[in-house]
């Protein structure tokens, strides 16, 4: 089975909606893929109904934003009660400090480069939470660069001078969250240097303490040595091991399928969630 569990919909930052994504999906000879939206489950139901119909199992789950101090980390929450009041609450306040960090950031950006906020948020799909994606949308399509990637790695880093901190739950406090949701808990690339700063090796051990799951390690921004250092971590912690696209449609160059996750780890995520893989 080819098994992608890491993707994004239009609404979070991604270019299709719930339902094309999942057809993609498909299409792309996956076997099965998982929706998980910026902080927000609004796709669920759609994904749903689209992966019934073309036969394809669906992994419902989030991307939990997190802020250590200065650090951005993103934990993946899989197969989680989306009725689960304080998980949906600190995701909904994470939303609300995102779309804040975006009309500041566009106010910073602004004043050296064509962009206006309603630059950005002509780039914004309805229902979809302002991010630095749609900013990034927007710079482009006024010739400031060719393509989002372009700009994630200069005006829109993460230590870059634009860069604004929002409100998030820490991820010991993420972690919690969605254990307590019946999710699991899986870190989104942990070593992805090219973001920014990344937990170390002794915090990742805490989180593990903490009821981590598992890491992320086959992603495209990972290096071969990060992937077998993020390995290691993982055998030393005793931690799962998942491999995905980060998919977000035309806006990256991210592939679906580029990168998979086995069915046997599959099995072990199902296992412990307290909602069930769609098929």
């Known amino acids: 089975m080819r098994l992608d569990l890491h993707t994004h919909s239009t609404c979070s930052d991604g270019t299709l909606s719930p339902a094309a994504l999942v057809r993609a999906a498909s299409e792309a000879g996956l076997d099965g893929v998982a929706l998980t939206d910026h902080d927000t489950t609004a796709g669920w139901a759609e994904a749903t109904e689209a992966a019934l119909a073309v036969g394809i199992a669906l992994v419902r789950g989030a991307e939990v934003s997190c802020q250590d101090g200065a650090l951005g980390v993103h934990l993946l929450s899989y197969l989680h009660d989306p009725e689960d009041a304080p998980l949906r609450d600190s995701m909904a306040a994470a939303r609300t400090s995102r779309e804040h960090r975006a009309r500041r950031m566009t106010e910073l950006i602004g004043r050296d480069y064509p962009l206006t906020w309603a630059d950005v948020v002509a780039h914004t799909p309805p229902g979809a939470t302002v991010g630095r994606p749609h900013i ?103 931690l799962l091991v998942t491999g ?12 679906l399928g580029e990168n998979l996750t086995t069915p046997e780890v599959l099995a072990q995520i199902e296992a412990l969630g307290r909602t069930a893989v769609v098929r």
Not at 196 to 224: N, Q
Not at 244 to 255: C, L, R, V, Y
């Open 136 to 238: 990034a949308d927007a710079l482009v399509a006024n010739g400031v660069a060719t393509h989002r990637d372009a700009l994630f790695a200069t005006i829109l880093a993460n230590d870059g001078p634009y860069d604004i901190p929002y409100q998030a739950p820490t991820s010991l406090e993420a972690v919690r969250l969605v254990l307590a949701a019946g999710g699991v808990p899986v870190l989104a690339h942990p070593a992805a240097g090219r973001r920014g700063a990344t937990l170390t090796g002794e915090e990742i051990a805490g989180l593990a303490d903490a009821g981590l799951v598992g890491l992320e390690v086959d992603h495209r921004d990972h290096t071969p040595q990060q992937r077998r250092r993020m390995r290691a971590v993982a055998r030393s912690l005793g």
């Open 244 to 255: 995905a696209s980060d998919f977000h449609g035309t806006g990256k160059k991210n592939e």
